[in-house]
């Protein structure tokens, strides 16, 4: 790719500075405009005029006064959880889930329908559409102003379109999915992939706060992986960075057809039907099981929550076929590990319901497998948001968006915008003026 060469007029420094001050206050608020001033090393006139537009635009309030310092006390400023409302759309294989949060991403809302995937992806999109129509209709009954909509799905999206290029796990191609919510909501949208969404989630909201080195790895139906380095998402050459699911260095017995048309993929060893049929084979061998059982008691297909559920009360089948999962993990976790030599690897996603049986045994194998200078700098961590991972993800991808561009959100009527009043009602009439 040609390089490009950046350069900034006025306006454009003012945007980096807006960002900074945000980011600033994301990360470590309560700050007073002096510790700004600190951090920043920007002048204390520059960075009161600075918080004064985040204020106008309803991105920062004053939460009170810091008396720590001894000196003359400084306002403290925080990052305003009543902005705006954010919209999270995960896409999955086999399930919709929309979340509403405010702009710290604290639910507001929410709602999951699983799906058949077989059900199409006409139907499949008609169903999220719907469901974002709630959420919406929710926001306004709520007076609050919309920032954007986030959606994460699992596949190859081409960034900045939002283009779905192939998901193998839905069997979809080419799908305008940017477009076709934009046009349904009139919202600023964003998509990306479900364990790059996840990743930034984790970086914004999660465990990996301040982290700048750090593999996501989002595990369910499928398998996908979001490379947090340098402080950044990488992305690779086409925007396509990530797919750790589809490497392929398993033996040759394990060389099972995957969805994305190769064969042996590392999802098809440690996705969630593998545990499924690990299961199976235990149980085809006759061993006692509790996981019969429960199948019966609770009218139930084998699934991974039954598996993970069995396994708590010591169904040595469950434990065991989690346990030779994380081993499969654990190697291609190692592999990674060796490659970046992050300090952290979160796993997200459905199969992070079983983070508690795979984790240790994929620390133990991490540990066995790479040089010891590379494996003490690793630690492996369940996501903060569970099965939930890329559903943050998606407002993630809004929140970050406005982190790096604070003057797209548009400034509220000035009579509402005065130090110690609610920022709420300011955001209720920025709403109905619309
Ligand atoms: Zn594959």
Same mark, same amino acid.
């Given at each position: ?88 759309? =995960? ?116 465990? =990996? ?174 996501? =903060? ?50």
């Amino acid at each position: 790719m040609e390089r490009r060469y950046r350069t900034g007029d006025q306006m454009l420094v003012r945007e980096i500075n807006l960002s900074t001050i945000l980011r600033c206050l994301h990360e470590r608020a309560p700050l007073s405009r002096a510790a700004l001033a600190g951090l920043t090393g920007l002048n204390k006139t520059t960075v009161s005029s600075l918080v004064e537009e985040l204020i106008q635009r309803g991105l920062v309030h004053e939460v009170g006064l810091d008396s720590s310092s001894g000196g003359r006390p400084g306002t403290l400023l925080t990052l305003s959880a009543e902005a705006g409302l954010i919209i999270g759309v =995960a896409l999955g294989v086999d399930f919709v889930s929309v979340i509403v949060t405010d702009f710290i991403g604290q639910a507001r809302w929410r709602r999951l329908q699983v799906t058949d995937p077989t059900a199409g992806q006409e139907a499949i999109i008609q169903l999220a559409l719907q469901i974002v129509d709630e959420a919406i209709a929710f926001s306004r009954s709520n007076h609050s102003r919309l920032l954007g909509l986030g959606l994460a799905t699992p596949g190859i999206v081409k960034l900045p379109d939002g283009f779905l290029i192939f998901s193998p796990n839905l069997q979809w191609r080419h799908v305008p999915l940017r477009q076709i919510f934009q046009e349904r909501t009139g919202l600023l949208v964003l998509v990306d992939n479900d364990a790059n969404a996840a990743a930034l989630a984790e970086h914004l909201f999660g465990v =990996a706060r301040q982290t700048h080195h750090f593999l996501s790895i989002f595990a369910g139906v499928g398998v996908g992986g979001g490379l947090f380095l340098n402080g950044q998402l990488y992305r690779g050459v086409g925007g396509l960075a990530g797919e750790v699911g589809h490497t392929n260095f398993m033996l040759e017995h394990s060389r099972r057809p995957c969805r994305c048309g190769n064969h042996g993929c590392w999802e098809t060893s440690i996705a969630q039907d593998s545990v499924i049929e690990r299961v199976r084979a235990r149980l085809a061998e006759g061993r006692n099981s509790l996981i019969s059982r429960l199948m019966a008691e609770q009218e139930s297909p084998l699934t991974l929550p039954l598996v993970v559920q069995a396994a708590d009360a010591g169904d040595a089948s469950a434990i065991d076929s989690l346990t030779e999962t994380g081993r499969l993990m654990g190697l291609g976790v190692a592999n990674l590990v060796s490659i970046f030599n992050p300090e952290m690897v979160v796993l997200g996603g459905p199969l992070s319901t079983a983070a508690r049986y795979l984790l240790p045994v994929v620390e133990e194998v991490v540990q066995e497998t790479t040089m010891r200078e590379i494996g003490q700098q690793v630690r492996i961590l369940p996501s =903060a948001f569970g099965a939930d991972a890329s559903l943050m993800g998606a407002v993630a991808l809004v929140v970050e968006t406005i982190l790096s561009n604070p003057s797209s959100v548009g400034r509220l009527a000035p009579d509402t915008v005065s130090p110690g009043k609610g920022v709420r009602k300011a955001v209720e009439r920025d709403f109905r003026s619309r």
